[in-house]
C-alpha cells in the first residue's frame, strides 16, 4: 500500500508566477485536502476535492485552484504568486463519502513553496 | 470563532521523563479531536483522535490523550520520552458530523529531549 506522494519537494518561483503541485493519493483513497503550513504555524485549510469535485473551501483567494483526477490524483495551482505564499503545501488523502469520512487522513510530505 | 490553542510553543525534557502537552479548544459543539505529529522534512502523522466514548484515548508510540468536556482540553501525555519523540506536535479539531471536513490546527509545540 502506497502512501501520499507530493511533488515537487522543493520549489523556487519568482513573484507574479504561477505553479502547479502534484499530488498522487494513497491506494483507494477518494478525497484529497490541502493545507497551507506557514513557517512556524499550524497547517490552514486550502480545500478539499470528492470525486473530482470541490467540496469544501478555506479562506484563500480565487488565484488558489485546483483539480482532482479520475485517478483520485490532485493538483494545486497558485496563480500570481506573492512573497506570502511561501509555505510548506501539504496534501491529505483519505477515504469515504462527504457525510461520513472518518478523517483517515495521511499526509504527504509536502512541497517547500519559495517566493522570491 | 473556531479555535485550537497550544499554550506551549517550545517544551525540553529530558530523555525517560514524562509529557504532558497541553491544548485547549473553542468550537460550537464538542468537535472530534487530533494530535499529529511532524519530524523535520515530513509530512504529518496520526497520533490519536477522540470521537467519542471513552474520555483516555490510547494512540500509537506510547502516547495518549484525555478529554475534558469541562476544561474544553484535549491534552497529550507520555509516561516516558524517547530521544526520538523530539518534533513538532499539533494539535486539530474537526467537525463531528456534516459536510465540513476540514481541521482546524493549533500553532504548534516544539519538543526538545535531552539526552
Known amino acids: 500500500e502506497t502512501g501520499v506522494t507530493q511533488s515537487p519537494t522543493h520549489l523556487i518561483k519568482t513573484r507574479g508566477q504561477q505553479v502547479t503541485l502534484r499530488c498522487s493519493s494513497q491506494?483507494?483513497?477518494?478525497?484529497v485536502s490541502w493545507y497551507q503550513q506557514a513557517l512556524g504555524q499550524g497547517p490552514q485549510f486550502i480545500f478539499q476535492?470528492?470525486?473530482?469535485?470541490?467540496?469544501g473551501r478555506g479562506n484563500f483567494p480565487p488565484r488558489f485552484s485546483g483539480l482532482q483526477f479520475p485517478n483520485y490524483s490532485s493538483e494545486l495551482n497558485v496563480n500570481a504568486l506573492e512573497l506570502d505564499d511561501s509555505a510548506l503545501y501539504l496534501c491529505a488523502s483519505s477515504l469515504g463519502t462527504v457525510a461520513s469520512s472518518s478523517y483517515g487522513y495521511t499526509f504527504g510530505s509536502g512541497t517547500r513553496l519559495t517566493v522570491v | 470563532a473556531q479555535s485550537v490553542t497550544q499554550p506551549d510553543i517550545h517544551i525540553t525534557v529530558s530523555e525517560g521523563a514524562s509529557l504532558e502537552l497541553r491544548c485547549n479548544y473553542s468550537?460550537?459543539?464538542?468537535?472530534?479531536l487530533f494530535w499529529y505529529v511532524q519530524s523535520p522534512g515530513q509530512g504529518l502523522q496520526l497520533l490519536l483522535k477522540y470521537f467519542s466514548g471513552d474520555t483516555l484515548v490510547q494512540g500509537i508510540k506510547g502516547f495518549e490523550a484525555e478529554f475534558k468536556r469541562s476544561q474544553s482540553s484535549f491534552n497529550l501525555r507520555k509516561p516516558s520520552v524517547h530521544w526520538s519523540d523530539a518534533a513538532e506536535y499539533f494539535c486539530a479539531v474537526g467537525a463531528p458530523a456534516g459536510n465540513n471536513r476540514k481541521l482546524i490546527w493549533g500553532l504548534g509545540t516544539s519538543l526538545a529531549v535531552n539526552p
Open positions: 491506494s483507494g483513497h477518494n478525497t
Open positions: 476535492y470528492y470525486r473530482e469535485e470541490e467540496n
Open positions: 468550537y460550537g459543539a464538542t468537535p472530534y
